[in-house]
């Protein structure tokens, strides 16, 4: 069993990326993390004629942009409904809008950019854990008709053979928005998009800190400096200490996944006859798709933390997909990897300004679709091609018995698992 990543095992970085070798001395845009935050950002910029420097400590896409599910759809992590209720219409309206947005995203650097990643809307389908978790699919549904006109499809227990080879579930309910995409495929493929535009991405640069120096901004690396007019850091849950104080916005926790080895066609039919995009409705879900060379992926929330065994996890997993699909008894598992989500304490993602350095994070396990909106967004803000961002409008809760180190996630655990107990 490999122990990194299906997706970069299955497609590695090119040796061919276009990256810098040496530092840029003065730049209008520096930006921290190579993922798809940093990269949507640099491609907005880069486009734009800012000369812009992405530092990226690893190589790049090296965190959670490539070790998602590859698994995308509407909504942010609070839900649309909670948004409605906390914000109001107007805000709210404007979230939704704002995931939607977000998947036109995707489609642009698919079919204008030329970013081949498998990338297939064939809809995703959330799974009622308890019978009780349908009722509540139900009244979701009624909602989206009502208040945003989004038509889903309600799948009773009855009709689920036609979605998914188990009878673990109790109905589901299918969003025809729902999509699947090759993770590592799309981040390198953007990579290159925003070298082409001009951004110089430079891996292997870990930013020890940032400084105000004038009218300028210089960051520290541990190798040298550079000076940026204007400084982005985006690096959601692998957020550091070079900026102590966006540690307090964002809160890291684990992601788990693993993949089997690819399955007969047949098998494929059995288990997902659709090819949709799947995932339960517990607090502590499970998500789970056929990748594009057939595999079953399997992933989820073992705990919060960031630092489980990767054999203990594959195992939990494991126990996991053969209550749901026992017929994968003797199919062995391949990979088992794990990644940071970045949560916040209100379960929105945001974009502000700390310490005179931008950002954004807190995607909490959305960021595919979501990390790719905010970068653009905050390039938009910084070229003056937009004034506001709805992400930058809404309060950024915190708390005081937060400094960056997570004390109270096994609490929140028992918490959550206690929640889905009761559900």
Known sequence: MIKTSFWTDNFPRPADLPVCTELPENVDIAIIGGGFTGLSAARTLAKAGASVALLEENTIGWGASSRNGGITGVGLKMGTAGMFRRYGVEKGTQFWQASLDALELIKELVYQEGIDCDWEQKGDLSLAFKPSHFAS????????????????????????????????????????????????????????????????????????????????????????????????????????????????????????????EPLSADLQDELSPGRRMLWDSKWFLNYFRLTPDGRLLWGGRNNLSTSMDLDQSARILRQ???RVFPQLTDVPVTHSWSGHLGLTFDLMPHIGRVDGVHFALGYGGHGLHTALLLGRELGRLLTGEISSSIFEQIPHQTYFFYRGRPWFMPLAEAYYRFKDYVS
């Open 137 to 260: 699919m139900r009244k979701k549904a009624e909602w989206y008709r009502a208040n945003l006109g989004h038509e889903v499809q309600l799948v009773p227990q009855v009709d689920l053979q036609n979605e998914i080879g188990s009878d673990a579930y109790y109905g589901g309910v299918i969003d025809p928005l729902g999509a699947g995409l090759h993770p590592s495929k799309l981040v390198f493929g953007l990579a290159r998009v925003a070298a082409g535009y001009g951004a110089r991405l430079c891996e292997g640069r870990h930013v020890t800190g940032v400084k105000r120096e004038g009218g300028r901004q210089r960051i520290s690396i541990e190798d040298g400096s550079l000076s940026a007019m204007e400084v982005i850091v985006a690096t959601n849950g692998y957020s550091g200490p070079a900026v102590p104080r966006l540690q307090t916005k964002v809160i890291p926790a684990g992601s788990y996944s693993i993949v089997t």
């Open 320 to 322: 996991g997909m053969l």
